[in-house]
């Protein structure tokens, strides 16, 4: 017999930790989860954030709690993930959304920059999956892992000088493929969402001064707003998508689909 479609997109019961939650893309994915009736744990760096997003989502009637850590320090991704545990007592649904930029060119790209951005863009992803995975998912034999990864890890670019930031999303794609592979017999789902172009504050300073002209390059000819990466997240959080894994969901207007200049 199956299942009616509002059971299938219903979190009731279930509990969301969302790194990189406290604004933007993050947040959007929490407010989607909790509307759905999760419970959700919220982590980014700063606490005044992680309050002021806390209070948004409970007065939307969210049940939402925060903790602030630096996702590039593993001894804090290992804290998230026992408070997570303390918390929530089990994690159903991992959203790995912290992540960083940095503009330069290739061949003066600091060492430094570098590193700062794959040890939060990728590092930390493997590592909290891992302390995760091996808290509460595999034991109970059932998880939701969603990573945040961007249609710039689906091709190549000219003129953007950020190849730390390409090559990192690259990464985030294969090993969200990778991983869906090794942990399908634990019961859990690994798939990854690959945003376009988003209002946030990593893309402000382009909007400001290309935003009608990204807009006008992408198919639908709008850069995506504070609704469109709900319906994927809950696709990938729910039983909806039960049979889903291993895949990367472009969420850009149609951009990745065609040869835009």
Sequence with gaps: MSTPIHTLFDLSGK????????????LQIAEALGEAGAKILLTSRKAGDLEEAAAHL??????TRWVAADAS????IQRVADEAMQRLGQVDILVNNAGATWGAPAE????EAWDKVMNLNVRSIFLMCQAIAKASMIPRRSGRII??????????????????YHTSKGAVVNFT?????????????????????????????????AGDEIARGTPLGRIGDDDDLKGAALLFASAAGKHITGQILAVDGGVSAVLVH
């Design 108 to 111: 003066d790209h600091p060492l």
């Design 147 to 164: 990573n945040v990864a961007s249609i710039a890890g689906l091709r190549g670019s000219m003129g953007l000088q950020a190849l730390a």
């Design 177 to 209: 493929r990778t991983l869906a592979g090794e942990w399908g017999p634990h019961g859990i789902n690994v798939n990854a969402l690959a945003p376009g172009m988003f209002p946030s504050k990593m893309t402000q300073a382009t909007l400001a001064r």
């Design 58 to 63: 409970q007065d939307k009637g969210i049940d």
């Design 73 to 76: 320090q593993p001894q804090d």
């Design 15 to 26: 509990t969301a930790l969302v790194t990189g939650g406290s604004r933007g893309l993050g």
